[in-house]
C-alpha cells in the first residue's frame, strides 16, 4: 500500500506553481513525480489543490463544451418535442405560400392598355376618305374610321384581321375538283 508521504514546500510550491500555468492534474503529479522521484498520484494533486483553495474555474471553453455536452444529453427529448411548432410553422409558411400562388394564378391577367388608337366609331358619311371602312358595330353602323392603310380600305390593324381571316378561312387543300 503506497504511503501518504506529506507535501514538502519545494513540491507544494512546485504544485501551486503548475496550478498557476493551468496544468492538469495528472501532468502535475507526473511532474512532481519525476522531479522529486515519488510518487504523486493524479487524486492526490487534485485533493491537495483543493485542500489550498486552489480550485480552477472552467475556462469559457470548458464551460462551453460542458453545457452544450450537457443539453446536447439532458434536452433531446426535449429537443425532439419542440420541432412540433417549428414543423406548424413550416407548414403554415408553405400554405401561404400555395396560396399566393393559387390567387396569382387566378387573378385575371391583367386589362390589356387600352388602345389609343382605337376605332373612331363614325358613322360612314362622316368617315373620311382615307378613313378605314371596317365596321365595327351594327346597330347602327359605326366604322372605324381610322387612317386607311396605302393600298386598303382599311387601317393597318383591320388590313391584317381581314388579311388575317380571310387567309384561315380559305381552303387550302383537299378542295381542288378535277376540271
Ligand atoms: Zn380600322
Not at 69 to 81: D, G, M, R
Not at 117 to 129: R, S
Request: charge should be positive; proline fraction near 8%; charged fraction near 25%.
Amino acid at each position: 500500500m503506497p504511503a501518504i508521504i506529506a507535501w514538502t514546500d519545494a513540491q507544494t510550491k512546485m504544485l501551486i506553481k503548475f496550478f498557476n500555468e493551468g496544468h492538469s492534474a495528472s501532468v502535475t503529479a507526473k511532474a512532481i513525480s519525476a522531479v522529486f522521484q515519488i510518487e504523486k498520484t493524479r487524486n492526490a494533486v487534485i485533493g491537495k489543490w483543493h485542500r489550498m483553495g486552489l480550485i480552477r474555474e472552467l475556462t469559457p471553453e470548458q464551460r462551453l463544451l460542458r453545457s452544450s455536452v450537457q443539453s446536447s444529453c439532458v434536452s433531446k427529448p426535449t429537443h425532439h418535442a419542440d420541432r412540433g411548432p417549428v414543423i406548424a410553422k413550416r407548414v403554415k409558411i408553405l400554405r401561404q405560400l400555395h396560396e399566393e400562388m393559387k390567387q396569382a394564378i387566378q387573378e385575371p391577367p391583367p386589362a390589356p392598355v387600352a388602345v389609343k388608337d382605337g376605332p373612331l366609331y363614325l358613322d360612314l358619311l362622316d368617315v373620311p376618305a382615307d378613313g378605314c371602312r371596317f365596321i365595327v358595330s351594327d346597330s347602327p353602323y359605326l366604322y372605324c374610321a381610322r387612317p386607311q392603310r396605302p393600298g386598303s380600305s382599311y387601317c393597318q390593324a383591320h388590313h391584317e384581321r381581314m388579311y388575317t381571316k380571310t387567309r384561315i378561312n380559305l381552303p387550302t387543300r383537299g378542295f381542288r375538283v378535277a376540271a
